[in-house]
């Protein structure tokens, strides 16, 4: 089944703790993305990823890292999570670029205290 | 990033009451995505826009991309407690450069049964 896949589904941390959300798809798609959705905001960018090695900022990367070592992995990474990065977060993938499809995980649940 | 408003920002209907909600751009776009977010879930593709003027429909919704590709426009005929939902739409803008996708904040409907 084609999928996104995101994990963990729920995470509560406390502030300055390092940690990693993972997300893997199984299309071959080119292109990966991750946001987070706040009450009122909408989905904002956080990062997006073209192809393997090529990442680029989307409207709030601050607070925030990622990697695409392969093509199907896209993690997101919190060196040290603060309160306002408690959010919903989700990770997308499409084809190639933002003119496609753009395929969603189910979201992962942070709360950072 | 470029924004684009969508409105309005909460719609309660009746069922059977007809829904719209709106994306306005200030630029031209090259295409509009839409996309519904049931409660609880991940944002899930509708339908991709790219002509001038142009009008597609999936079953009771309908959708319209401008002339002068600045705005766009779902309309839902009859509206069904399954159409619970937000509903948000994903400009893409004319020109060379970022392969950043913005989405607008989304328009949260609630139906009455």
């Known amino acids: 089944e084609a999928q996104v896949t995101q994990n963990p589904r729920y995470l509560i941390t406390v502030t300055g703790k390092k940690l990693t959300v993972t997300c893997s798809q199984n299309?071959?798609?080119?292109?990966m993305s991750w946001y987070r959705q706040d009450p009122g905001l909408g989905l904002r960018q956080i990062y997006y990823?073209?192809?393997?090695?090529?990442?680029d900022k989307g409207d709030v990367p601050e607070g925030y890292k990622v990697s695409r070592k392969e093509k199907r992995n896209f993690p997101l990474i919190l060196e040290s999570p603060s309160p306002n990065q408690t959010s919903l977060y989700f990770c997308?993938?499409?084809?190639?670029?933002?003119?496609?499809?753009?395929?969603f995980g189910p979201g992962t649940r942070l709360t950072v205290t | 990033g470029q924004q684009v408003m969508q409105i309005p920002q909460y719609q309660h209907v009746q069922e059977g009451e007809d829904f719209t909600t709106y994306c306005n751009s200030s630029?031209?776009?090259?295409?509009i995505q839409w996309y519904k977010q049931r409660p609880g879930g991940h944002p899930v593709f509708l339908i991709q826009?790219?002509?001038?003027?142009e009008v597609k429909k999936q079953k009771r919704l309908t959708f319209q991309f401008g002339e002068a590709k600045k705005n766009s426009s779902l309309h839902i005929t009859a509206t069904q407690t399954t159409d619970v939902g937000t509903y948000f739409c994903?400009?893409?803008?004319?020109?060379?450069?970022?392969?950043?996708?913005?989405f607008g904040k989304g328009t949260k409907l609630s139906v009455i049964p």
């Open positions: 997308a993938s499409s084809l190639s670029g933002r003119s496609y499809e753009q395929y």
């Open positions: 299309m071959n798609h080119e292109y």
């Open positions: 990823s073209m192809n393997v090695e090529v990442t």
């Open positions: 630029t031209t776009l090259s295409n």
């Open positions: 826009l790219v002509k001038s003027g």
């Open positions: 994903a400009p893409s803008y004319s020109g060379a450069g970022s392969y950043q996708l913005t």
